[in-house]
């Protein structure tokens, strides 16, 4: 029996979940060189098991994502200490999360502002909620928490982003809210 | 804006696409490791896994045995050698775990800390620089047939002597 050949295919699943996957990597890596590589383990540890690319596995793919990430990052910080010492320390890079069309830019721009103020577990949770598209029950899963606590840690976040974002609503072009009777 | 138009809102950035290279990277893993399952004999590709405790005990097993190896030569070395300890000496390590199926992915050596411990005298005429160093080798190996992954990590503390020289 001839091995199931794993370099066919998985050019549309990677396309389609690279972005998303580079977005939840950024959260722990320094910079975005250090996300792709991350991305680029994963992935690959993650077809060889799903030759097929099963969406019902996508969820495993984060959580793979997650735990290389958090060894890069353990491996990382022992680096930049020896760094910090020797004062040769890099400053980490800050390039942007979000490709947006140009009119949108600055948008972009207050989002990814207020999404960095934003503790990393209410980060962690809204990345994987809106753009990786998971349900509460799998992010619990991928982050190994309740799904209670995920539920509230996005409810704490959408909080802070409403009171971070309601001033600029209408730079962000948001429809004015209802007037209270 | 209530949270209905907030998630919209979020939902309608599009994160940044990886470099083209990534794809490009991807594809030779992927390439690498599909060329060493055709290389690997059909039986052992159908061969029926081991159960996972018994596993589990052998891996177990090999990391304590490259750890015993590792303090033995360490401690042997710390006998024999009271001068420079050479920080690119081969890791026994790296010899004992390697099984059949498994490829090996990667062998490296982080120095975790380095302490000076300031300049000896002990030999007249030729003084040195006492370092000590805290390193932990890394050795990884991948089992393509199911993508699993062993790491194996080793502390090791060594003193180096830097010879010194007064212009």
Same mark, same amino acid.
């Given at each position: 029996?001839?091995?199931?050949?794993?370099?066919?295919?998985?050019?549309?699943?990677?396309?389609?979940?690279?972005?998303?996957?580079?977005?939840?990597?950024?959260?722990?890596?320094?910079?975005?060189?250090?996300?792709?590589?991350?991305?680029?383990?994963?992935?690959?540890?993650?077809?060889?098991?799903?030759?097929?690319?099963?969406?019902?596995?996508?969820?495993?793919?984060?959580?793979?994502?997650?735990?290389?990430?958090?060894?890069?990052?353990?491996?990382? %910080?022992?680096?930049?200490?020896?760094?910090?010492?020797?004062?040769?320390?890099?400053?980490?890079?800050? #390039?942007?999360?979000?490709?947006?069309?140009?009119?949108?830019?600055?948008?972009?721009?207050?989002?990814? $502002?207020?999404?960095?103020?934003?503790?990393?577990?209410?980060?962690?949770?809204?990345?994987? $909620?809106?753009?990786?598209?998971?349900?509460?029950? %799998?992010?619990?899963?991928?982050?190994?928490?309740?799904?209670?606590?995920?539920?509230?840690?996005? $409810?704490? #976040?959408?909080?802070?982003?409403?009171?971070?974002? %309601?001033?600029?609503?209408?730079?962000?072009?948001? #429809?004015?809210?209802?007037?209270? #009777? | 804006?209530?949270?209905? *138009?907030?998630?919209?809102?979020?939902?309608?950035?599009?994160?940044?696409?990886?470099?083209?290279?990534?794809?490009?990277?991807?594809?030779?893993?992927?390439?690498?490791?599909?060329?060493?399952?055709?290389?690997?004999?059909?039986?052992?590709?159908?061969?029926?896994?081991? !159960?996972?405790?018994?596993?589990?005990?052998?891996? !177990?097993?090999?990391?304590?045995?490259?750890?015993?190896?590792?303090?033995?030569?360490?401690?042997?070395?710390?006998?024999?050698?009271?001068?420079?300890?050479?920080?690119?000496?081969?890791?026994?390590?790296?010899?004992?775990?390697?099984?059949?199926?498994?490829?090996?992915?990667?062998? @490296?050596?982080?120095?975790?800390?380095?302490?000076?411990?300031?300049? &000896?005298?002990?030999?007249?005429?030729?003084?040195?620089?006492?370092?000590?160093?805290?390193?932990? *080798?890394?050795?990884?190996?991948?089992?393509?047939?199911?993508?699993?992954?062993? @790491?194996?990590?080793?502390?090791?503390?060594? &003193?180096?002597?830097?010879?010194?020289?007064?212009?």
């Amino acid at each position: 029996m001839k091995p199931h050949d794993i370099t066919a295919d998985w050019h549309i699943c990677f396309q389609e979940l690279a972005p998303k996957l580079l977005l939840y990597g950024r959260q722990w890596a320094t910079n975005s060189a250090d996300a792709e590589d991350i991305v680029q383990m994963a992935f690959v540890r993650w077809w060889q098991r799903n030759p097929g690319g099963d969406r019902e596995h996508v969820p495993l793919l984060y959580a793979t994502v997650r735990t290389i990430a958090l060894d890069v990052r353990r491996s990382d %910080e022992r680096r930049l200490r020896r760094e910090t010492n020797s004062e040769i320390a890099l400053p980490s890079e800050e #390039a942007p999360h979000f490709d947006p069309p140009v009119e949108d830019r600055e948008n972009a721009l207050m989002l990814e $502002r207020a999404m960095r103020d934003l503790s990393p577990e209410q980060r962690e949770v809204v990345t994987l $909620r809106i753009w990786a598209g998971l349900t509460f029950a %799998e992010i619990a899963a991928t982050t190994g928490e309740t799904t209670n606590t995920v539920a509230s840690r996005y $409810r704490y #976040a959408l909080n802070n982003l409403h009171r971070v974002l %309601e001033p600029l609503r209408e730079d962000l072009g948001a #429809a004015p809210a209802p007037a209270l #009777a | 804006m209530n949270d209905t *138009e907030l998630e919209n809102l979020l939902r309608s950035m599009t994160p940044v696409a990886p470099s083209p290279e990534l794809a490009g990277r991807v594809q030779h893993d992927l390439g690498l490791v599909q060329s060493f399952r055709e290389a690997t004999p059909e039986a052992a590709l159908v061969k029926k896994k081991p !159960a996972q405790w018994l596993a589990n005990i052998v891996w !177990a097993g090999l990391g304590a045995a490259a750890a015993v190896v590792v303090m033995g030569a360490v401690q042997s070395q710390g006998r024999t050698n009271s001068g420079l300890v050479s920080v690119a000496s081969i890791s026994p390590a790296a010899t004992a775990v390697p099984a059949a199926a498994v490829m090996p992915v990667s062998s @490296t050596r982080e120095w975790v800390e380095v302490e000076d411990m300031g300049i &000896s005298f002990a030999t007249p005429g030729s003084p040195s620089r006492q370092m000590k160093v805290i390193s932990v *080798e890394r050795h990884q190996w991948i089992d393509p047939r199911d993508g699993a992954e062993y @790491t194996v990590e080793v502390p090791k503390q060594e &003193s180096l002597a830097l010879p010194v020289k007064y212009q």
